[in-house]
């Protein structure tokens, strides 16, 4: 990897830290009347990101390990069953979003600090992705992170004649 490269995962890992008080504080921020509140027909509410972003963390936390431990380790897409989308149960209080997503992102920087410059470059095969491994996946739990986060603050603040449509 190149030193250019190595920055840019210093970098990554340091938003990947900077994720978390981000989360907490937009998260406290909102008021708990809105958390709950429907948008639109197929909207998440901000309650449901919320949850979902700490939902994820085990599950990223495990893609890293197999792909430090395995020999170009395999995929499958992550998408909710339809059964688990019909039973939904009880979203957790807030207080429990984020302990257990600063819990699981705790756990994958650990991960990622303790990775070499060669383990940064460890590749993968995922059918949704032309390319994978772990630079491209904690990149993308980056983005992830703030696009539910923007989600969110759009859900949360926009007048609803410049609500984006787009959901999920």
């Known amino acids: 990897m190149t030193n250019e490269k190595y920055d840019e995962s210093k970098a990554i890992l340091d938003a990947l830290k900077a994720s978390s008080p981000i989360f907490e504080g937009f998260l406290r921020s909102i008021p708990t009347d809105r ?43 992550f998408i909710p069953s339809q059964e688990e989308t019909a039973e939904k149960p009880p979203l957790p209080p ?10 699981g992102r705790r756990q994958q920087l650990e991960l ?14 995922h059918p949704e992705y032309e390319r994978y491994g772990l630079f491209i996946f904690a990149r993308h739990i980056l983005m992830h ?24």
């Open 35 to 77: 958390l709950d509140q429907k948008r639109g027909e197929g909207f998440w509410t901000l309650h449901e990101h919320a949850a979902h972003l700490a939902d994820v963390q085990p599950m990223g936390l495990a893609r890293m390990q197999r792909i430090l431990s395995e020999d170009v380790p395999e995929f499958a897409p």
């Open 94 to 103: 807030v207080e429990e979003i984020i302990a257990n997503f600063k819990a």
């Open 145 to 168: 992170d703030h696009w539910h986060m923007y989600r969110m603050e759009e859900l949360w603040l926009t007048r609803d004649e410049y609500l984006s449509k787009l959901e999920g």
């Open 112 to 125: 990622l600090k303790n990775a070499s410059p060669d383990d940064w470059k460890r590749t993968a095969i």
